[in-house]
């Protein structure tokens, strides 16, 4: 909460700029009545106002303690310690292994009869001949052997009938043709003599050959 000298400035401070604003009350209209006097605060200006006072807050009740209360540690009673029903096994001093235990001895095998010797060289099996085969018999006897190869002789082909003109063909041209040449063209009128080079001035004279 605010002092009540704080709360009387910032009220003074909200007048002054309200009537800082133009209004109805203070605008210059021509049948506006006359304007009011200027008013006089009681207080003094805000310039020379005095400071609040620094009075610090007095609480109803002391102040909360600047430190959290910890009450003091109550020691847990001690716990019975835990007997064995039998008094605990030594600790190993080293990893335990058992001691393997031995396999009952296997029955050597009988053979029904005695084992055949081990070979000394690999057995290779007789070759089992196949019973021969009967020579095939021709029915003709066979031909024999080619010496060169075979080529069958050249049978020619029948003439071609020779072709019919309809009409007979034309003879075949003894010289190369040639057009008859054309007549001379005839001017209607003598061709012009060609111009002659009319010079301005006098033309030079010839040059001498030494």
Same mark, same amino acid.
């Given at each position: ?7 009387? !400035?910032?009220?003074?401070? =909200? ?6 604003? +133009?209004?109805?009350t203070t605008a210059s209209y021509a049948h506006s009545p006359p304007a009011s006097p200027p008013y006089h605060y009681k207080s003094h200006p805000l310039e020379h106002s005095p400071?609040? +006072? ?9 102040? +909360? ?8 540690? !109550? *020691?847990? %009673? %001690?716990?019975? +310690?835990?007997?064995?029903?039998? #008094? ?17 001895? @296997? ?10 010797? *081990? ?8 070759? !089992?001949?196949? #019973? ?10 066979? #031909?024999?052997?080619?010496? @060169? ?5 050249? =049978?020619?082909? %029948? ?16 010289? *190369? ?13 003598? %061709?012009?003599?060609?111009? =002659?080079?009319?010079? @301005? ?10």
């Amino acid at each position: 909460m605010g002092s009540p000298t704080a709360l009387l !400035v910032s009220t003074l401070l =909200v007048t002054l700029v309200s009537l800082s604003f +133009p209004s109805e009350t203070t605008a210059s209209y021509a049948h506006s009545p006359p304007a009011s006097p200027p008013y006089h605060y009681k207080s003094h200006p805000l310039e020379h106002s005095p400071p609040p +006072p620094e009075n610090p807050y007095h609480y109803k009740s002391p102040p +909360p303690p600047e430190k959290p209360y910890h009450p003091p540690s !109550v *020691p847990s %009673p %001690p716990k019975e +310690p835990y007997h064995y029903k039998s #008094p605990p096994p030594p600790p190993p001093k080293e990893p335990y292994h058992p001691p393997p235990v031995p396999s009952p001895p @296997k029955e050597p095998y009988h053979y029904k009869s005695p084992p055949p010797p *081990p070979p000394e060289k690999p057995y290779h099996p007789p070759p !089992v001949h196949s #019973p021969p085969k009967e020579p095939y018999h021709y029915k003709s006897p066979p #031909p024999p052997p080619p010496e @060169k190869p075979y080529h069958p002789p050249h =049978v020619p082909s %029948p003439p071609k009938e020779p072709y019919h003109y309809k009409s007979p063909p034309p003879p075949p041209p003894e010289k *190369p043709y040639h057009p008859p040449p054309k007549e001379p063209y005839h001017y209607k009128s003598p %061709p012009p003599p060609p111009p =002659v080079y009319e010079y @301005k001035s006098t033309p030079p004279p010839p040059p001498h050959h030494y």
